[in-house]
């Protein structure tokens, strides 16, 4: 049974691959005119098997046959949608004369004519009435239709000479292909009794003192044409057969036609014409396989194409990812115009996995990824110069979170290795004047005046969440600066340099920012409120590593300038509920950049990217809840609870304009996230005992946005004791 099952298996498969894979073929026989085929999609080349025109018979009772023509069978490489040209050649006219009382149709068959060369290059005979044609070639043409424009040539027989009398026939006409054609046959001398015994085909087959036959055409020049007055053959014609008395008959067509055979004014009879030669393009064909003189040939010519169709299927057809949608138009468009075919067709090999991982290399997802990379660089230097001169605060674990919270953060929270200075009134405007009227915030070492230095650092491993790209992201830097307190207003400045690396998951690149920092802070207590205020700048440098793997193999660099300005404002109140400290906090940071170009370099899929100037904003609501339950003065125990939203709204910028520099095509970059929310919490619990030198801590933090492609989560337990 099983055996059974397995044969209607095998038999229906094998069905089915016949079906898809089963060739397809279309002959075009002699019209007498210019025919036209439209290469398929999905075909690379084709298999064409094709002959020229026989020659015509001369007026002849026994030989003066005409030539066959010529076979070439090839395989030849083509391009979807390109127009092919096909020339079909004639059969040489046989004599116009009919047969007299001598002729025997049982061995040399033929009717009457109209003695002219056959269409599409086949040489006249010497007489308008009594010879044979050359028979015409059949080629094809691309690009054109000029004899230069052939790719392609099976060449025509020769046709037949013109006979005395019986005992003195005409000579064959030379067979038609090859690279060189075969010659003519001389005409039969004076005298020479032919038979049936003797109707062979050649040159010379016939005696050697009747006109001589033409010579066939070669792979550089036509034939020769025959003694006496038979004229050469040319670039795809046929030579003329000599014109007096018994006449030539004419050269074949081919890539070189035969020369004409000649003619004979005394008792001898005229010489056939020579065969054309065959030719395929050296760049074009492969396989090729002559045939001079194929019985086949024995009328007017034919061709054949076979072809398979490889049916591909499209790019965004394979790949329903909208946010590839653009990318893959572009490639598909690419593929259509031939403007990168070896790209083309490594990407049509690759699996459907494959060209996906290719389409967001080539599209530049890292970049996408880079726009906005200075704006969290200038963030972390903010969140850094914030601790250093508030000191620890646990709703800054939480605040403007970007996953990015480590396990060192928590522990610096509870255990700072400096003392900091606490800063906790907020600002009016009108104060900042007051401020620079009365102090001078560069001093150093004044009473009211106090300078800070800090270093910062922070990692971030974002898996990769749906069609996006997961990246590791280091930061490093310092801030140092200058604060000052005047009654209930503290200000000051910060300076400081970062760097932010991220490397990209899968080998899609790297992208560096090194940014320079400056901000000016100002808090002040108005009217129970406690706000905020900080204005500052950052110039960055971005240098980019963007790596195709696959389809093609490239890495592609670029550097790129930013200048950014930023504004951020709050407000925030603390509320007594019996022991519970509520601190409510509300922010807005607005950041404006103004970003370069981009223009890559590095290979064919280097991007040139137009960008606009980027404007952020991004609001932050939350709240923080501390309650200490005891403190002894040797025993404290403490709970924190923090929760922040935020929602970041890129307004403007985040789109750009790609184009492929090598091929022009064009496509935007469309940022899917011009609005995120994010959502951070934090929960933790503190028992320090100074009395044994132990503490005891437990915290819970976790940040989601949204698109859930930036998510983190961290629990900390620690027991630390001084023996």
């Known amino acids: 049974m099983l055996n059974k099952l397995l044969i209607i298996y095998f038999f229906f498969l094998g069905n089915f691959l016949f079906t898809i894979l089963k060739a397809e073929d279309k002959t075009f026989s002699y019209t007498g005119s210019l025919q036209t085929w439209t290469v398929p999609d999905g075909v690379s080349s084709i298999e064409v ?21 010529g076979r070439l069978q ?40 109209d003695a002219e060369g056959g269409w599409n290059g086949g040489g006249d005979p010497g007489n308008t009435n009594n010879g044979g044609g050359g028979g015409g070639a059949t080629d094809i043409r691309i690009g054109g239709t000029a004899l230069s424009d052939r790719v392609y040539v099976a060449g025509g027989g020769g046709g037949g000479g013109v006979q005395r009398r019986s005992s003195q026939p005409g000579g064959d006409g030379g067979h038609g ?87 004979s004014n005394g008792s001898d009879a005229g010489g056939g014409g020579g065969g054309g030669s065959s030719y395929c393009s050296g760049s074009l064909c492969s396989s090729v396989t002559h045939t001079q003189g194929y019985t086949t040939a024995n009328s007017n010519g034919s061709i054949t194409f076979t072809w398979t169709a490889v049916t591909r299927t499209g790019y965004k057809v394979r790949i329903t990812a909208s946010s590839l949608n653009g990318i893959l138009e572009i490639l598909e468009q690419i593929n259509t115009n031939g403007t990168n075919s070896t ?37 972390s230097f903010k969140r850094a110069m914030t601790a250093a001169i508030k000191g620890p605060s646990f709703d800054q674990l939480v605040q403007n979170n970007f996953a990015s919270l480590s396990f060192d953060d928590v522990q610096n929270y509870y255990n700072p290795g400096v003392e900091r200075i606490n800063l906790t009134n907020d600002f009016t405007l009108s104060d900042i004047a007051n401020i620079y009227s009365k102090r001078n915030l560069l001093q150093i070492g004044a009473p009211d005046n106090s300078f800070y230095l800090r270093t910062f650092g922070g990692l971030t491993d974002q898996e990769k969440a749906g069609d996006d790209i997961g990246y590791e992201s280091t930061t490093a830097g310092f801030v140092f600066g200058n604060q000052t307190i005047i009654d209930n207003l503290q200000a000051g400045w910060g300076l400081g340099f970062s760097t932010t690396g991220l490397d990209y998951d899968e080998g899609y690149g790297l992208n560096n920012t090194h940014s320079l920092h400056a901000n000016f802070f100002a808090n002040k207590e108005y ?23 696959e389809g093609s193999t490239q890495t592609l660099k670029s550097d ?44 064919d899929l280097a991007l040139k990217i137009k960008t606009e100037n980027l404007l952020q904003i991004k609001p932050e609501l939350g709240f923080n809840l501390d309650k200490v339950f005891s403190n002894n003065g040797f025993v404290s125990r403490g709970f924190n609870l923090s929760l922040f939203g935020s929602e970041e709204n890129k307004l403007d910028g985040a789109d750009s304009n790609a184009t492929i520099k090598d091929t022009g095509d064009s496509y935007t970059l469309t940022e899917n996230k011009k609005r995120d929310q994010f959502v951070t919490a934090g929960l933790g619990y503190s028992s320090i005992n100074q009395k044994n030198n132990s503490q005891f801590l437990i915290n819970a933090f976790g940040t989601q946005n949204t698109s859930n492609d930036m998510s983190s989560s961290l629990f900390s337990f620690t027991y630390n004791k001084k023996f």
């Open 49 to 69: 098997d094709g002959y020229g025109g026989m020659g015509g018979h001369g007026s002849s009772s026994w030989n003066g046959r005409g030539g066959f023509g």
């Open 74 to 113: 090839a395989t030849i490489s083509v391009t979807a949608g390109d127009t092919i040209n096909i020339y079909v050649g004639e059969k040489g006219g046989n004599t116009t004369v009919a047969g007299g009382t001598t002729y025997e149709p049982v061995h040399n068959p033929w009717t009457v004519g």
């Open 177 to 263: 292909g090859g690279t060189t054609g075969a010659n003519g046959s001389t005409g039969g001398a004076g005298g020479t009794n032919q038979s049936d015994s003797s109707l062979t085909r050649g040159p010379n087959g016939h005696g050697n003192s009747g006109a001589t036959g033409g010579s066939g055409g070669g792979s550089s020049a036509g034939g020769s044409g025959g003694s006496i007055r038979g004229t050469d053959g040319a670039l795809g014609l046929g030579g003329t057969g000599g014109t007096s008395g018994r006449a030539g008959g004419g050269g074949g067509g081919g890539y070189y036609g035969g020369g004409g055979g000649g003619d």
């Open 343 to 379: 790209l083309t067709s490594a990407l049509d090999d690759l699996t459907d996995a494959q060209l996906k991982v290719a389409a967001k290399q080539i599209k530049g997802m890292t970049i996408q990824k880079s726009i906005g990379q200075s704006i969290k660089s200038n963030n």
């Open 527 to 549: 009217r129970r409120f406690d706000t905020s205020l900080n204005l500052g700048s950052f110039v960055s440098k971005n240098n980019l590593t963007r790596n195709v793997t």
């Open 560 to 603: 790129r300038y930013e200048l950014g300005f930023d504004l951020t404002g709050g407000i925030s109140k603390k509320i007594n509920l019996g022991g519970w400290v509520l601190n409510p906090t509300a922010t807005i940071n607005t950041a404006y950049v103004f970003q370069d170009n981009i223009d890559e370099s590095g290979g």
